[in-house]
């Protein structure tokens, strides 16, 4: 397990191989179940072990927040934040209703979203994930990415309806 969360992807790498994208959206999913199936106390500072969603974060930082480099596809960066969206949506809307956030630039916004006050997981910044996903919907040209993109969006409707 440490292995997998230590070995990096530089996902805007452009001679990335379909072997290492294939790897990423199985980290992404994989993360996404275990965040998911933890036990979170939102009442107390106790961080349950199997919740992995400040990585969720990340991914949607990457996917929504980042611009991605001209000569790179924007797929591979969507595709996993379309993971968490399908195994870990309850989960992560719970850490929108909660407000989970942490300090200094592990929860900060990035790109185009520098100068907001996010930190975490909040309503604002879920909405522009959203809309950010439909709009990638649009431009990309891959058809199980388009899929991929149809499923989060329900899961998306649903915990947040």
């Given at each position: 397990?440490?292995y997998?969360?230590k070995?990096a992807i530089d996902?805007w790498d452009?001679?990335?191989?379909?072997?290492d994208?294939?790897?990423w959206?199985?980290?992404n999913a994989?993360?996404?179940q275990?965040?998911?199936?933890a036990?979170v106390d939102?009442s107390?500072?106790?961080?349950?072990?199997?919740?992995?969603?400040?990585?969720?974060?990340?991914?949607?930082?990457s996917?929504?927040e980042?611009?991605?480099?001209a000569d790179?596809?924007?797929?591979?960066?969507v595709?996993?934040?379309?993971w968490?969206f399908?195994?870990a949506?309850d989960?992560l809307w719970?850490?929108?209703?909660?407000?989970?956030?942490w300090?200094?630039?592990?929860?900060?916004s990035?790109?185009?979203?520098?100068d907001?006050?996010?930190t975490?997981?909040?309503?604002?910044?879920?909405?522009?994930w959203?809309?950010?996903?439909v709009?990638a919907?649009v431009t990309?040209s891959?058809e199980?990415?388009?899929k991929l993109?149809?499923d989060?969006?329900?899961?998306?409707k649903?915990?947040?309806?």
């Amino acid at each position: 397990m440490l292995y997998l969360l230590k070995r990096a992807i530089d996902i805007w790498d452009p001679d990335l191989t379909a072997d290492d994208k294939q790897r990423w959206d199985n980290r992404n999913a994989f993360l996404a179940q275990l965040t998911a199936a933890a036990q979170v106390d939102y009442s107390n500072d106790w961080h349950h072990p199997m919740d992995f969603s400040v990585f969720g974060l990340w991914a949607f930082r990457s996917a929504f927040e980042k611009e991605a480099p001209a000569d790179v596809s924007a797929d591979t960066a969507v595709r996993a934040a379309c993971w968490w969206f399908i195994y870990a949506a309850d989960r992560l809307w719970a850490n929108v209703e909660n407000g989970l956030a942490w300090e200094g630039k592990t929860g900060s916004s990035l790109g185009k979203y520098e100068d907001k006050p996010w930190t975490g997981y909040n309503r604002e910044r879920w909405g522009v994930w959203e809309e950010r996903l439909v709009a990638a919907k649009v431009t990309t040209s891959d058809e199980d990415t388009k899929k991929l993109i149809e499923d989060a969006l329900a899961h998306i409707k649903r915990v947040s309806a």
